[in-house]
T-cell receptor, first 108, second 113 residues
Framework: QKEVEQDPGPLSVPEGAIVSLNCTYS??????FMWYRQYSRKGPELLMY????GNKEDGRFTAQVDKSSKYISLFIRDSQPSDSATYLC????????FGTGTRLQVFP | DVKVTQSSRYLVKRTGEKVFLECVQD?????MFWYRQDPGLGLRLIYF???????EKGDIPEGYSVSREKKERFSLILESASTNQTSMYLC????????????FGEGSRLTVL
């Protein structure tokens, strides 16, 4: 079992939709939870990170961690075509463990 | 802004060739990393370094070596390239240990024929 599991998608939604991206993890020692966004032919860039459980909001993006169920979520409100990218969840103890990424396509 | 620069975006090499992938960061970060990214497998850590002349093996170090002679530069070396090393290689740096905030370069797409 991988330490961080993520549905690869692709996920295709119309512009304006609410998008939910999800990951599960297995290591109870994980404390930091990250979401990276990767555009085609580019390196990943950090989108958001949270420490321990709870929610964190940044504009149209909300990151949510439920440590009791080992579930990580990223919600995108009012999705835009510019949000089309691959989204990678990640967590760490002494090193960063990435999910395989979910490819999101937002069509006009 | 942090900038991580990978010298080659696209390379094509032949089996058995020695390959150098160079990475430079301009933010005085202590920590540098090399990953490879493959479809369905995600990002896998090859080597990392927390200081000059220091290196640690990641999850898949076989067939690779690294060099860190200066703080800003971290090189990945494929001593004898093989077809199964065809991949996207990503360099990253971080100034903080433990929080997972990595800054990535744009990647080097290596094809080994």
């Amino acid at each position: 079992q991988k330490e961080v599991e993520q549905d690869p998608g692709p996920l295709s939604v119309p512009e304006g939709a609410i998008v939910s991206l999800n990951c599960t993890y297995s290591n109870s020692a994980f404390q930091y939870f990250m979401w990276y966004r990767q555009y085609s032919r580019k390196g990943p860039e950090l989108l958001m990170y949270t420490y321990s459980s709870g929610n964190k909001e940044d504009g149209r993006f909300t990151a949510q961690v439920d440590k009791s169920s080992k579930y990580i979520s990223l919600f995108i409100r009012d999705s835009q075509p510019s949000d089309s990218a691959t989204y990678l969840c990640a967590s760490n103890t002494d090193k960063l463990i990435f999910g395989t990424g979910t490819r999101l396509q937002v069509f006009p | 802004d942090v900038k991580v620069t990978q010298s080659s975006r696209y390379l094509v090499k032949r089996t058995g060739e020695k390959v150098f992938l160079e990475c430079v960061q301009d933010m005085d970060h202590e920590n540098m990393f090399w990953y490879r990214q493959d479809p369905g497998l995600g990002l896998r850590l090859i080597y990392f370094s927390y200081d000059v002349k220091m290196k640690e093996k990641g999850d898949i170090p076989e067939g690779y070596s690294v060099s860190r002679e200066k703080k800003e530069r971290f090189s990945l070396i494929l001593e004898s390239a093989s077809t199964n090393q065809t991949s996207m290689y990503l360099c990253a740096s971080s100034g903080l240990t433990g929080t997972g905030e990595l800054f990535f370069g744009e990647g080097s797409r290596l094809t080994v024929l």
